[in-house]
């Protein structure tokens, strides 16, 4: 995960949501229900369960929003929220939670035991394999200029002005540069995600 | 792609480096509740979809749950901040410093009225003063009542030199008047009250001698 620019987009995002702006919040949403959903999907393992904590685990995000002032990531205190709904919900129903946690920055990367596999369906697993090829194909692709760009911005995590001095060029051209990339590459996700 | 998609996908692409500056924000967020909404929306997904492939982080679940909780957060309060969180933190750190300020006040005033001397000395003022109000001249036939018309005199407001009789002593320095001056002084004082007594009382017959402690005292003799 790309903490350094995740923690800067979230918080220009949070700062919005806690002064009244709800719309940022649907960008979080939109940003952070599938790593939700595969954290919450270590402890409920039917759809319907899952949907429901994971939307409870939001709720609870957005009550909570005012009183989060930025001393940890975002994500890692929407997960800790994420965990202990989850929690909750299973104790609630009489059965016993992981005795073991994850952290938050494995979460993601967490394989899962077999009953989470059950939730992944043949088609979703074979759809982000296709997606990652894809992805990485488009990028091998790419014009020398954006594909130096984006990799630097991806891969190695660095600032706008960190890639200029790099590139020898101004900051509003790497700007510039990431957006037509992304825009190549989104091109792409979009026709994986059509099946076309 | 018009000119204002391709700013708005700028913006957007900016927003996600955590680099959006001030008009990028706005302009996403005012797209949002107009007609792009859904528009912009899938594509903010797509972006984050694109990064996880390339990183080789893509959830493999993916529940589209995105519409229902919104929908859900839009029944939500809407939260307000008046004020700045520096400006409130600056004004609840003085709240507390007055607070402790006024307590360590009260505190010290409360200290000294407890004044233990002055305690023990009103309770003692209040003992003699029950007792005078409680002696046979102030008991009264049953169901006669006087009506005392004075003011009310509280001796216990009355400052503690103000109620210990006292007499100015003059403190004299002792080196002022020489040993033999002070001696001199007493026998010339002695001398007329042996004159004085032998002409008024009738042990004024003897007359004083000046004898030595030592000659008197019987275990010595």
């Known amino acids: 995960m790309k903490d350094g620019e995740d923690q800067a987009s979230d918080k220009q995002l949070v700062v919005r949501v806690q002064k009244g702006d709800k719309r940022a919040f649907d960008l979080l949403v939109i940003k952070y229900q599938f790593k939700v959903q595969a954290i919450v999907s270590r402890f409920v393992w039917d759809r319907d369960e899952l949907a429901d904590v994971t939307q409870e685990a939001f ?138 | 792609m018009t000119k204002q ?21 706005q302009r996403v967020l005012k797209n949002i509740e107009g007609e792009k909404r859904e528009e912009i929306l899938a594509r903010w997904s797509r972006y984050h979809s694109g990064s996880e492939a390339m990183r080789g982080e893509l959830p493999t679940i993916r529940m589209d749950m995105a519409a229902l909780i919104t929908s859900a957060v839009e029944n939500e309060k809407t939260h307000r901040q008046a004020l700045s969180g520096g400006f409130l933190d600056i004004l609840g750190q003085f709240a507390v410093a007055a607070s402790v300020a006024m307590l360590a006040i009260v505190g ?63 403190k004299v320095g002792a080196r002022e008047f020489p040993e033999q001056e002070i001696r001199g002084h007493i026998d010339k004082m002695m001398s007329k009250h042996n004159d004085h007594t032998a002409v008024h009382s009738a042990y004024g017959v003897l007359p004083f001698i000046d004898i030595n402690k030592e000659d008197v005292t019987p275990d010595r003799r």
């Open chain 2, 5 to 25: 998609i391709d700013g708005l996908g700028e913006s957007l692409s900016a927003l996600m480096d955590g680099e959006a500056n001030e008009l990028d924000l």
């Open chain 2, 108 to 170: 010290v005033q409360n200290y000294n009225q407890l004044d233990p001397q002055q305690s023990m000395h009103s309770a003692a003022l209040d003992a003699y003063d029950v007792q005078l109000n409680t002696g046979p001249a102030m008991q009264f036939p049953s169901g006669f009542k006087p009506v005392i018309n004075a003011q009310k005199v509280s001796v216990g407001a009355l400052q503690r030199s103000q109620l210990v009789p006292s007499r100015e002593v003059e």
């Open chain 1, 59 to 196: 709720i609870k995000a957005y009550r909570a929003i005012p009183n989060f002032r930025g001393e940890s990531q975002f994500y890692t205190w929407l997960y800790r929220i994420a965990v202990n709904s989850a929690k909750n919900y299973v104790v609630a129903r009489g059965r016993r939670p992981p005795e073991s946690d994850i952290d938050a920055a494995d979460a993601e990367q967490w394989v899962g035991s077999d009953q989470m596999r059950d939730l992944e369906t043949p088609e979703s697993q074979l759809f982000c394999q296709e997606l990652e090829h894809a992805v990485r194909q488009v990028i091998a692709d790419l014009p020398e200029d954006l594909r130096t760009a984006v990799t630097l911005r991806e891969y190695h995590d660095l600032s706008y002005d960190e890639i200029a001095d790099i590139m020898k060029c101004p900051t509003g051209t790497v700007r510039s540069r990431l957006f037509r990339a992304r825009e190549v590459i989104d091109a792409e996700v979009l026709r994986v995600m059509s099946g076309k």
